[in-house]
Nanobody, 117 residues
Framework: VQLQASGGGLIQPGGSLMLSCTASTNIINFNVMAWYRRSPGKERELVARITSGDITDYGDSAKGRFTISRDIDKNAVYLQMKALEPEDTAVYYC????????????WGQGTLVTVSS
C-alpha cells in the first residue's frame, strides 16, 4: 500500500490550501485515514482523522479551520485548510490504518506547507 500526499506549498497568512492523499488501494479497507504534521522542533501531532463511517475528529489546532474529507471513488482523503497561520508551517503526513490481527499502519511521504508573508 502506498499513500501519495500532495498540495503543499508556500501560502500567505490567512490563505487557504487543500492537501490531497491518494492511496494505491481501495480506501474502504482502512478503518481510519488521518493527517498528521510535524513542525520544526516539535513532535508529530494529529491534525485530523476520518473513520470508515465518516466520523471526523480534529486536533485542537485544526478545529474550526480545517476540514477532512474523503472520496471513495478516487481513493483519496483531503485536508482543506483555511485561515492559515505561520504556526501551521509543517510537513503534513497522510496516514491510514486498518486492524485485523493487529494494526497495520501506512504513511505517505509528507508534503511541506509553509505559511509566510
Amino acid at each position: 500500500v502506498q499513500l501519495q500526499a500532495s498540495g503543499g506549498g508556500l501560502i500567505q497568512p490567512g490563505g487557504s490550501l487543500m492537501l490531497s492523499c491518494t492511496a494505491s488501494t481501495n480506501i474502504i479497507n482502512f478503518n481510519v485515514m488521518a493527517w498528521y504534521r510535524r513542525s520544526p522542533g516539535k513532535e508529530r501531532e494529529l491534525v485530523a482523522r476520518i473513520t470508515s463511517g465518516d466520523i471526523t475528529d480534529y486536533g485542537d489546532s485544526a478545529k474550526g479551520r480545517f476540514t477532512i474529507s474523503r472520496d471513495i471513488d478516487k481513493n483519496a482523503v483531503y485536508l482543506q485548510m483555511k485561515a492559515l497561520e505561520p504556526e501551521d508551517t509543517a510537513v503534513y503526513y497522510c496516514n491510514a490504518y486498518y486492524v485485523r490481527d493487529r494494526r497495520y499502519d501506512y504513511w505517505g511521504q509528507g508534503t511541506l506547507v509553509t505559511v509566510s508573508s
